[in-house]
Nanobody, 123 residues
Framework: QVQLVESGGGLVQAGGSLRLSCSAS????????MCWFRQAPGKEREFVAA????????GYGDSVTGRFTIARDNAKKTVTLQLTSLQPEDTAVYYC????????????????WGQGTQVTVSS
């Protein structure tokens, strides 16, 4: 089964950018659809972006469409999330997750999760 480790979080000013990475080990990476969720203190986990096994299909949450971009490199076993035009409301812990099913916006579909990486956007 796959293990996931996120990196790239940090503190950034509003309007800035960050690039998050999720590295996978174990399992066959190309067999998993991948996604990013985020969770802010006191809020429910929110869908951010997802990508199909081949990378041919992607989906985004309404609040990040046009600002965030998900991509994957199956040879390197990584999935990235490029965050641009960041706003304080983007502050959250960002989680990478994997599923052997088709990619979904529902966190219950994902059986494998990383430990998360903190993104903090200052105003």
């Amino acid at each position: 089964q796959v293990q996931l480790v996120e990196s790239g979080g940090g503190l950034v000013q509003a309007g800035g950018s960050l690039r998050l990475s999720c590295s996978a080990s174990g399992g066959t990476f190309s067999a998993y659809a991948m996604c990013w969720f985020r969770q802010a203190p006191g809020k429910e986990r929110e869908f951010v972006a997802a990508i199909s096994r081949t990378g041919g299909a992607t989906g985004y949450g309404d609040s990040v469409t046009g600002r965030f971009t998900i991509a994957r490199d199956n040879a390197k076993k990584t999935v990235t999330l490029q965050l641009t035009s960041l706003q304080p409301e983007d502050t959250a812990v960002y989680y990478c997750a994997a599923t052997t099913q088709y990619y979904s916006r529902s966190h219950s579909q994902y059986g494998y999760w990383g430990q998360g990486t903190q993104v903090t956007v200052s105003s």
